[in-house]
């Protein structure tokens, strides 16, 4: 019988110390490396980190022989085959494009991707060119809500997709999620328009990024589907996520974080799923990566993914900025999020 491969994983960028997987821009580290510990392929080797306190507190947590203030040299010497990508948008870029010159073969980032639509092409670019694996951790696609809506959606038990209603905090942080939940319950169909209008009024600033108060964006896709989001304060209608068939309709979010109730002929009343049993969403992204690279099939968290929800965001940007409809596939490179006085 052969012998597993045992993947040597890095971590760049640990977060305070004391920090909790889920914290916006302090803990998510953690939950990466909790997804590790539960693949018995894969092994952390490294951390690095600009405070090497920091990384000390880590490895006290969670393993990880090696520690680095300079995340190159980390690279260098250590050649690990999996990068975890855990600081702010606006270092995603070095980072990502330095590990796809090493020759890294598994790279996986921290969402959102950049706060530049420029940024995030080099990326795309930078990975296409060197043949290896970057993924952007969209990790919604593997918790199970999610799955289990789509599920809905194939078997037909909904009717052929129609619209879909999401709401959330913002279009940069949270959005680019449920931008990426767009594609990934309408089979990945390619966008054609956006439509946005915002107010910064109010807004909140994450990762050094300020943001809006108040929006609505609407995107058309090619096959005729219609999607609506509403972001900032005050969205809250009862369900995160209202997904319309020809049939029936479903709900993630309005009973519950984890829950799912849905609608359709036959039924006097909505069948609710509640999932208090799940499997880690990190661990099943990280699994499916290294399974994408032993077998070449792309992962479903992968770059050519990502660019998608990541061309809604900073298209959405710009159609509140012009105050116009734009026309997709973004052509514009010079496009970022700012709001003009």
Known sequence: MAETKVYRAAIIGCGRPGG???ATGAGISHAHANAYKQLPNVELVALADIVQENAEAFREMHGGDAIFTDYHEMIAEVRPDIVSICTWPALHEPMVIACA?????????EKPMSPTWAAAKRMQAAAEDAGTIVCFNHQRRFDAPYVRLRE???DGRLGALKRMEFQ???LFDWGTHWFDMMHFFNEE???????CGSDPTGGPSYFGVTMEGAGVTTVLFGNGVRAVMLTGNGTEWGAQIRVWGELGVAEIGATG??????????????VTETFTEKP??????????????????????SIHKSIRATELVFGAYE???TSRKLELPLTAEDVAIRFEA
């Open 20 to 22: 909790k997987a889920g």
């Open 152 to 154: 809905l959606l194939r």
């Open 101 to 109: 010159a090493a020759g890294v073969p598994m790279t996986l980032s």
């Open 168 to 170: 959330t905090d913002n």
């Open 189 to 195: 169909t390619p966008a054609t328009s956006i439509l």
């Open 280 to 301: 880690d969403a990190f661990a099943a992204a990280v699994a499916n990566m290294i399974e994408g690279f032993e077998t070449g099939a792309e992962p479903e968290l």
């Open 257 to 270: 974080w984890d829950s799912l109730r849905w609608w359709a002929p036959g039924q006097s009343d909505w």
């Open 319 to 321: 159609s509140a900025r």
